[in-house]
């Protein structure tokens, strides 16, 4: 599954995101669903053994449109996990405290501790995205911010973080149903915004930026994963395929017991 959907490094073509298809599925709902049940099942596995042995750290970074399903995947893919061992962060527009500092500066203090898994709702590329988008920095700016998210995450590979990055692939058609859907549910409305509809006027220069920063920062150590996200069950088997697929290739094993065990009773 991870050939499939990663963006290959160093490639000299810039990705053109109209020759992903949102829609595509390769498995069908059912076989997609016996398949996450075993996947669920081995994450809780995984992330123990992730947490017993301390060596690695697990990064995912979830990026996509409005309505693309970030919340949704969080809420699908990682139900069962051990809460000790995953931590949530969600990246909103910068503070005051936040803007004067580098842009790095708040991603960094949120990266994985050894032996856990943060899951970034939003990211450092969010800095690539709205201030390109809204010609808040130049060509030049942009092109060091690649450079410098590259390599900060070069360097968290370099000391045991896994990274994962995963950007939510819907169409333009699938996000106004989205939309409509939650216009029309009172209950809905707080997911809401006026800047999201605001946003939505602007979907080509969104998907220009996307196209440069997963052609930019795709790298071996780092890869780009580009989700096919129409289909939410596809979504979700998909992320959690490859992510069980990263994690068994590990091979992580328990640690060796400190004491010898073998001849204790338990007293009465
Ligand atoms: P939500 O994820 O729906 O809670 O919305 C968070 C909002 O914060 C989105 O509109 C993001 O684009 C915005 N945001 C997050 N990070 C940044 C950033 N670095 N610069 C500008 N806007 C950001
Ligand atoms: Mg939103």
């Given at each position: 599954m991870k050939e499939t959907y990663a963006v290959l490094p160093g490639q000299t073509q810039t990705v053109s995101l109209d020759d992903w298809d949102p829609n595509d599925t390769l498995v069908n709902k059912k076989t997609a669903a016996k398949a996450m049940h075993s996947y669920l099942k081995r994450m809780v596995q995984l992330q123990e053994l992730l947490y017993a042995t301390g060596q690695y750290a697990l990064l995912v970074v979830l990026q996509g449109?409005?309505?693309?399903g970030k919340d949704g995947t969080i809420k699908k893919v990682f139900p069962s996990v051990n809460p000790q061992g995953i931590n949530i962060v969600s990246f909103k527009v910068p503070t005051a405290q936040e803007l004067?500092?580098?842009?790095l500066w708040r991603i960094h203090r949120q990266t994985p501790a050894k032996g856990s898994i943060t899951i970034f709702?939003?990211?450092?590329y969010e800095d690539v995205l709205v201030p390109v988008v809204h010609n808040l920095i130049d060509g030049e700016t942009c092109e060091s911010r690649y450079h410098q998210i590259t390599q900060f995450e070069d360097m968290l590979v370099r000391n045991n973080t896994i990274i994962l990055k995963f950007f939510l692939h819907i169409s333009r058609d699938e996000q106004k149903k989205r939309l409509m859907k939650r216009l029309n549910k009172p209950d809905k409305h707080?997911?809401?915004?006026m800047a999201d509809l605001r946003e939505r006027k602007r979907w080509p220069d969104y998907i220009h930026a996307y196209e440069m920063a997963l052609s930019a920062c795709s790298s071996e150590a780092a890869p780009w994963f580009i989700i096919p996200a129409n289909k939410r069950w596809y979504r979700n088997y998909v992320i959690a395929g490859i992510i069980v697929e990263t994690l068994a290739a590990l091979g992580l094993k328990y640690p060796e017991a400190?004491?010898?065990?073998?001849?204790i009773t338990i007293e009465d």
């Amino acid at each position: 599954m991870k050939e499939t959907y990663a963006v290959l490094p160093g490639q000299t073509q810039t990705v053109s995101l109209d020759d992903w298809d949102p829609n595509d599925t390769l498995v069908n709902k059912k076989t997609a669903a016996k398949a996450m049940h075993s996947y669920l099942k081995r994450m809780v596995q995984l992330q123990e053994l992730l947490y017993a042995t301390g060596q690695y750290a697990l990064l995912v970074v979830l990026q996509g449109m409005d309505t693309s399903g970030k919340d949704g995947t969080i809420k699908k893919v990682f139900p069962s996990v051990n809460p000790q061992g995953i931590n949530i962060v969600s990246f909103k527009v910068p503070t005051a405290q936040e803007l004067s500092h580098d842009f790095l500066w708040r991603i960094h203090r949120q990266t994985p501790a050894k032996g856990s898994i943060t899951i970034f709702n939003r990211s450092q590329y969010e800095d690539v995205l709205v201030p390109v988008v809204h010609n808040l920095i130049d060509g030049e700016t942009c092109e060091s911010r690649y450079h410098q998210i590259t390599q900060f995450e070069d360097m968290l590979v370099r000391n045991n973080t896994i990274i994962l990055k995963f950007f939510l692939h819907i169409s333009r058609d699938e996000q106004k149903k989205r939309l409509m859907k939650r216009l029309n549910k009172p209950d809905k409305h707080w997911k809401l915004s006026m800047a999201d509809l605001r946003e939505r006027k602007r979907w080509p220069d969104y998907i220009h930026a996307y196209e440069m920063a997963l052609s930019a920062c795709s790298s071996e150590a780092a890869p780009w994963f580009i989700i096919p996200a129409n289909k939410r069950w596809y979504r979700n088997y998909v992320i959690a395929g490859i992510i069980v697929e990263t994690l068994a290739a590990l091979g992580l094993k328990y640690p060796e017991a400190s004491e010898d065990f073998s001849n204790i009773t338990i007293e009465d």
